[in-house]
């Protein structure tokens, strides 16, 4: 029991007052404020060099060896960056740090749509830099995603990989269905297969460009197709990449959100 001094009254009931009205600062709350600013100020150097390192890998994509470097670097700046809030740049850099250590333990999977997925994510965190209020945001929440594959199997893979980049998925294994599912709800990406019965990939684009809301919406089309003639053929019917089956789920799931924040970071949508 605390004894009061006499005379002291007013000095503790005035002490009382300042602690009840002045909030305190954690250690940890210091620690993290501390962190934050060295993740804004170090971290597009740190990027530049991740990027450099991967391009080296780039000239040399059969020494999957080159890979442990930039893989090491963007796991330390994902969790720096969760610690320091900048949520967005943790949540693409994890997704990318997965990409990057399944291409090291599987050579074979080294191809140029996973390369060019790697090469974009690095490009995305560039970007998430120059925009604070979305790096410590999460601008994904409500984000809506349509997966278009007449087979099952592979359906189920798309929606896979869009939940593991925590994005909501509704499948749909016809463009007929497509076309209808789109004009009663608001999607911001679709992950479509090419090939298909009745109405194929390039079709199905077409008909979606024309629809209101839709004439910018991220298209990613999942093929066994991956030479660049197709690749062409596809920008031309309005989608925006390609991805080549048997895809890496770590590769749809980064692609998905690269395509659904580049969209954030630029919302020109007509």
Known sequence: MLTQLPGSEATHNSSCTARTTTPLVSADDEFRAELRRECLTEGP????????????????????AL???????????????????????ARVAGALENLLKE?????????????R???????????LYQNVAVAETDPTAGI????????????????????KANLKATGVNDPALALKAIGEKQ??????????????GMEFCAKLRAQPGY????????????????????LLSGGTDLI???????????????LVLAATLAPERQ
């Open 45 to 64: 150097a740190e990027i530049d060099a991740i990027q450099k390192k991967f391009q080296a890998f780039c000239k040399n994509t059969a020494d999957t």
């Open 67 to 89: 890979l442990q470097d930039p893989f090491r670097m963007v796991h330390t700046l994902a969790g720096n960056a969760g610690l320091g809030g900048l949520q967005t740049v």
């Open 244 to 258: 080549a089956k048997p895809f890496l789920y770590t590769e749809l799931a980064l692609k998905a959100l690269i």
């Open 187 to 200: 999607f911001d990406l679709i992950v479509s297969d090419i090939e298909m019965p009745g109405m194929n």
């Open 144 to 163: 809506e995603v349509l997966a278009l594959d007449d087979q099952d199997i592979a359906l189920r893979s798309v929606k896979y990989s869009i939940e």
């Open 215 to 234: 004439a910018k919406t991220p298209v990613v089309f999942v093929t066994t197709a991956a030479d660049f003639e197709h690749r062409a053929k596809v």
């Open 103 to 115: 291409l090291g333990e599987k050579p074979e999977r080294v191809l140029p749509s996973a390369v």
């Open 117 to 127: 997925t790697v090469a974009q994510g690095i490009d995305l965190l560039v970007k």
